[in-house]
């Protein structure tokens, strides 16, 4: 069997496709429906349904991709389990459910998670969308902390960082309102949730404050095998200068690649 479905290419893809939708097909009930909403909810399920049907009878014609760049069919492509995995991610950060997400197509093929984000308005979006995922509503990092976190009507440049409020303000763009947030550790986060030691896939993007995000978490305890971490300042030609490379390499972890805005960091 294996000759048959490993010896030409285009047979290898048409079974994997084929399995693709397959999963998608499965999960599309389980995971999208809730007594929440059950219309709406239902409406959603046939959908996704009749959308893993269609990757089907397009095959490698049609990629779904929910990220912002296609960071989500790196993250496959990175991790490269068989197509029937049910794996495990946290995404700090996270935002939307759908709009821009590196895990909802993970989401889709059964896979659940924990998503962190400070801003409670788009965690609620959750339990609609993706009633299977744990949702928490905190600011992660140094937990002694206290820091301003500020809202903009574009959500995804919300931040505590003074130095993108600058540049942001330099274009126009002014924070909508200003709360004073209490910060939880990652590590406290996972406790709480139950999180599983050993995880597949760690997602952040916290604007500017992605290191103290990572370095809130205890690796001795928690291990994700696949780090995507945002470092807009990252030199590709001097990667032992950035101090997320600095922080992650002595915990095993080497840089698999950058592209546009995130670096990729697997478990050696």
Same mark, same amino acid.
């Given at each position: 069997? #294996?000759?048959?479905?490993?010896?030409?290419?285009?047979?290898?893809?048409?079974?994997?496709?084929?399995?693709?939708?397959?999963?998608?097909?499965?999960?599309?009930?389980?995971?999208?429906?809730?007594?929440?909403?059950?219309?709406?909810?239902?409406?959603?399920?046939?959908?996704?349904? %009749?959308?893993?049907?269609?990757?089907?009878?397009?095959?490698?014609? %049609?990629?779904?991709?929910?990220?912002?760049?296609?960071? *989500?069919?790196?993250?496959?492509?990175?991790?490269?389990?068989?197509?029937?995995?049910?794996?495990?991610?946290?995404?700090?950060?996270?935002?939307?459910?759908?709009?821009?997400? +590196?895990?909802?197509?993970?989401?889709?093929?059964?896979?659940?998670?924990?998503?962190?984000?400070? +801003?409670?308005?788009?965690?609620?979006?959750?339990?609609?969308?993706?009633?299977?995922?744990? !949702?928490?509503?905190?600011?992660?990092?140094?937990?002694?902390?206290?820091?301003?976190?500020?809202?903009?009507? +574009?959500?995804?440049?919300?931040?505590?960082?003074?130095?993108?409020?600058?540049?942001?303000?330099?274009?126009?763009?002014?924070? !909508?309102?200003?709360?004073?947030?209490?910060?939880?550790?990652?590590?406290?986060?996972? *406790?709480?949730?139950?999180?599983?030691?050993?995880?597949?896939?760690?997602?952040?993007?916290?604007?500017?404050? *992605?290191? #103290?995000?990572?370095?809130?978490?205890?690796?001795?305890?928690?291990?994700?095998?696949?780090?995507?971490?945002?470092?807009?300042?990252? *030199?590709?030609? +001097?990667?032992?200068?950035?101090?997320?490379?600095?922080?992650?390499?002595?915990?095993?972890?080497?840089?698999?690649?950058?592209?546009?805005?995130? %670096?990729?960091?697997?478990?050696?």
């Amino acid at each position: 069997m #294996a000759p048959y479905l490993y010896g030409q290419a285009h047979t290898r893809a048409f079974f994997t496709v084929a399995g693709l939708a397959w999963q998608e097909f499965r999960y599309s009930f389980s995971q999208f429906f809730t007594w929440r909403s059950p219309v709406f909810s239902l409406a959603r399920s046939i959908q996704y349904a %009749l959308l893993a049907w269609l990757r089907l009878g397009l095959g490698r014609n %049609l990629r779904f991709s929910y990220g912002y760049t296609g960071e *989500d069919r790196l993250i496959e492509s990175l991790l490269n389990l068989p197509v029937y995995y049910q794996g495990f991610y946290v995404e700090v950060g996270c935002n939307r459910p759908r709009f821009i997400s +590196n895990t909802f197509l993970l989401y889709r093929r059964g896979w659940r998670g924990i998503c962190i984000d400070a +801003n409670p308005k788009l965690i609620r979006y959750f339990s609609y969308i993706r009633p299977r995922d744990q !949702t928490v509503a905190a600011l992660v990092g140094t937990p002694s902390e206290r820091l301003s976190f500020y809202h903009f009507e +574009n959500d995804v440049l919300s931040t505590v960082s003074p130095e993108n409020i600058a540049q942001y303000a330099a274009q126009g763009l002014h924070p !909508t309102t200003v709360e004073t947030l209490a910060v939880r550790s990652l590590t406290d986060i996972l *406790d709480e949730a139950k999180a599983p030691t050993l995880f597949e896939l760690l997602c952040i993007d916290a604007e500017e404050h *992605d290191e #103290a995000v990572l370095r809130s978490l205890d690796f001795s305890r928690y291990r994700p095998r696949l780090i995507v971490v945002e470092a807009e300042d990252f *030199d590709p030609e +001097n990667p032992q200068k950035h101090p997320i490379f600095v922080f992650l390499q002595p915990l095993g972890y080497q840089l698999a690649g950058s592209l546009l805005k995130n %670096l990729y960091f697997i478990h050696t």
